[in-house]
């Protein structure tokens, strides 16, 4: 089992506040600790009782700053052995900006992060920012967390989940909540992720209890807390706090039977978030082979240099709004009739003046489809469409591209190669993006960050029939832009365009400035206008281009009318 500490925030004792904590960290790690939890003092801790409102009150007395913690760690982290992870409330760090705070806990040696008060909106988008930096964000669930809700955060959590043991604030308690025994086993259906119990946790009995219902860690705050706190000096404080690990510590790994030293899962934090030593040997390591994957293989190469040279989905999108501009983006299955024909449709369409080119992987059971694409997936798999055929294609053609490739995959393809395998070969393909139309809502935050580790922006998709609160949700985790869905049911041309179109859109734009593309049902210069006329950044035309090359008698003859119907499109854009 695994014993995770909270350090105390530095000592107010002590002139050099920061040297105290920093002996602390050092002591801790010593003391056998898995994982150590580091607070960030902050004037207004609602999450915690009185002890650890008191620690922080006095280490802001003593001068405590967010600089001051992230400087003392970059001296002290390459000494410890185990990870840190550090808890924040959110106020910091929106004042200092999420991708600078986490940039910051990065170089620091940070390996985590906990925000307690992270607005259950603003997840997906926060722990982008903290996948960028290789920091894992440790998600909360507790007693009253609704089931679906539980779900999603146990899907997103990074590191382990923290259940905390009951509703209220931290400190010590007389007993663990009897509930945690059934908590642990519900999250334990969903997940084989490490779970670990933190809050009210302070006495040799409440570690067996818990160890004993299954917890992969115990999190011990208020009480280590207080060793520090309540000493007379910094110097006794370190003592009482050695004296007080030493008892715990072995009764974690030794005594709190079934999860024994032997069997304990104190690795498996330790990989979810490696310590310092580690991640550096990794990184090595990866950069490394990285580079002799390069040399060995010159047309991944060619396609990621040319990734690098063009712009990203998003930056095309802004580029294209500071020009007063409507994107263009046709759809194409990929495959149909032939991948030859496929990768010439590619180059014309680029000519042709497209922005971003969404190309699909041939899928069998296409059910977001109508009979147009439908039929083109039968024919492309007929043909012996795969993804790998799709993705050794786009090795190719990419490097010649001046508009980034979206693609469009079904999430069965992507199960059965796996999520980071699929991501990591889209990047070297040189894909900048992708749709995945049948993601569940609750893998959202688990998918986006596989995208984001290979440079993949995930467009997520709302529809007339989302809920206000859920397309909040979507508009700010999705990247490149926000895929409006103009009608409930599949895509195919239609005579009209649904006129709630336009009411969709505002609603968007008033809680994003990310581009809104509106798809499905876009076949006619006058929709394209009308569209663009209501204010979407971007129009996505599908099946009317896909049966352009579709319905040809030959496959010269559909890139003659893909051309014609393309050019045709883009001149109806302003």
């Known amino acids: 089992m695994a014993f995770t500490v909270k350090a105390p925030s530095p000592s107010p004792k002590l002139t050099a506040a920061a040297a105290s904590a920093a002996e602390a960290l050092r002591l801790l790690d010593a003391c056998g600790a898995d994982v150590i ?44 052995s185990c990870p840190v992870v550090l808890f924040s409330y959110f106020g910091p760090i929106v004042r200092r900006g999420p991708a600078n705070f986490t940039a910051a806990a990065k170089e620091a040696g940070v390996q985590g992060l906990i925000v307690p008060d ?54 010590s308690r007389q007993n663990v909540n009897p509930r945690v025994e059934h908590l642990l086993q519900e999250i334990k259906q969903v997940t084989d992720k490490a779970v670990c119990v933190g809050f009210g946790i302070s006495t ?36 009482r706090l050695e004296k007080s690990l030493g ?26 978030v490696a310590p310092p030593a580690r991640v550096a040997a990794a990184r090595r390591l990866a950069a490394a082979a990285a580079s002799v994957a390069l040399e060995a293989s010159p047309v991944p190469a060619a396609a990621a240099a040319a990734v690098e040279r063009r712009m990203s989905v998003s930056q095309t999108m802004s580029k294209l709004k500071e020009k007063g501009k409507t994107a263009f983006i046709p759809y194409i299955t990929a ?42 997936a039968s024919r492309a798999l007929a043909a012996g469409a795969t993804p790998e055929a799709v993705l050794s294609m786009l090795k190719e053609v990419t490097p010649e591209l001046s508009c980034p490739v ?45 995208a984001i580790k290979s440079n993949l922006e995930l467009v997520l998709l709302t529809t007339p029939g989302t809920p206000g609160e859920r397309m909040k949700i979507i508009t700010e985790a999705s990247g490149g832009f926000v895929y409006l869905v103009s009608v409930n049911g599949v895509t195919g041309p239609r005579p009209k365009v649904n006129t709630r179109v ?8 008033l809680v994003t400035d990310k581009a809104v593309c509106v798809g499905f049902g876009i076949s006619t210069p006058d929709h394209v206008r009308q569209i663009a006329g209501w204010g979407a950044d ?3 035309i599908g099946s009317a281009m896909v049966r352009q090359l579709g319905e040809a008698a030959s496959p010269k003859q559909g890139l003659k009318r893909l051309e014609e119907y393309a050019r045709r499109m883009k001149d109806a854009l302003p």
């Open 406 to 450: 979206v693609l469009l995959s079904y999430l069965g393809p992507i199960l059965r190669r796996g999520a980071a395998n699929f991501t990591a070969a889209a990047k070297e393909a040189g894909v900048q993006g992708l749709i995945v139309p049948d993601l569940p809502y609750v893998d959202t935050c688990t998918f986006r960050s596989e």
């Open 502 to 509: 336009e009411h969709l859109l505002q609603d968007i734009k």
């Open 118 to 171: 992270l607005p259950y909106v603003e997840t997906c988008t926060f722990r982008s920012e903290a996948t960028k930096n290789n920091l894992e964000l440790v998600l909360l669930t507790t007693p009253a967390t609704p089931a679906d809700k539980m779900k999603a955060i146990t899907a997103a959590s990074g590191g382990f989940v923290y259940l905390v043991s009951v509703n209220g604030v931290t400190g």
């Open 204 to 239: 040799p009995d409440h570690v067996r209890q818990i160890a004993e219902w299954g917890a992969d860690g115990v999190i011990i705050g208020s009480a280590m807390v207080r060793q520090l706190g309540e000493a007379a000096s910094p110097k006794q404080g370190l003592k």
């Open 335 to 376: 495959g149909d009739p032939d991948m030859g024909t496929t990768a010439e449709a590619l180059r014309l369409l680029d000519a042709c003046g497209a922005d971003v080119i969404e190309l699909g992987v041939p899928f069998s059971d296409p059910y977001a489809d109508g009979p147009v694409i439908q039929a083109s």
């Open 37 to 80: 939890e580091l607070g960030v003092p902050f004037s207004d801790p609602y999450t915690d009782g009185p002890v650890i409102q008191a620690s922080a009150a006095r280490a802001l007395a003593a001068g405590a700053t967010l600089d001051g913690v992230m400087s003392m760690l970059k001296e002290v982290t390459p000494e410890l």
């Open 247 to 272: 008892t715990v510590k072995h009764l974690v790994c030794v005594e709190a039977s079934p999860m024994s030293a032997s069997s304990s899962s104190a690795p498996v934090l330790r990989r979810c």
């Open 538 to 540: 971007g129009v996505i």
